[in-house]
């Protein structure tokens, strides 16, 4: 990640934080549109679901410029989800609907310089979820 990008996930997010109840919850709608087959795997209540989930993303772009400081909770985070029963090809799944809500939830702010950031921070993130699933499998 340059420091461009850095820069603009975190401002972006600056707007996003501000509505992050409503974001987590239509993420959720969007994933399960997306894929209704996810649904099952999402046992607990939904809103607390995407608290969870806001407050990782927080977590992760409070520390973009240290992120091979957070690699351990990154792997753990994979670790969990394999144990939920996620598997690599629906990171693909997940990624649209974080690209599509950010996108949304940031309206006119939203350009592509943006969203090619985002998209980069969450290739880089789910590659290395994978690569993290994998070893657990083997």
Known sequence: MTDRNVLIIKNSWSYIITQ??????LFYEKLFELD???????????????????????????????MP?????IDALAKR?????????QY??????????????????WD?????????LYNLCASSMIKASDSIKQ
């Not at 992050?20 to 919850?25: A, Q, R, T, Y």
């Not at 592509?112 to 980069?120: A, L, P, R, V, Y």
Request: proline fraction near 4%.
């Open 20 to 25: 992050s109840d409503h974001v987590g919850e």
């Open 36 to 66: 209704p087959c996810l649904i099952p795997m999402f046992q607990n209540d939904i809103e607390h679901q995407a608290k969870k989930m806001m407050d990782m993303l927080t977590y992760m772009v409070m520390n973009l410029q240290n």
């Open 69 to 73: 400081n957070i690699q351990d909770d």
């Open 81 to 89: 989800h394999v144990h939920y029963g996620t598997k690599p090809e």
């Open 92 to 109: 693909q799944t997940v990624g649209q609907a974080l690209i599509w809500v950010l996108q949304n939830s940031l309206g006119d702010e």
């Open 112 to 120: 592509e310089e943006i969203g090619q950031s985002w998209m980069d």
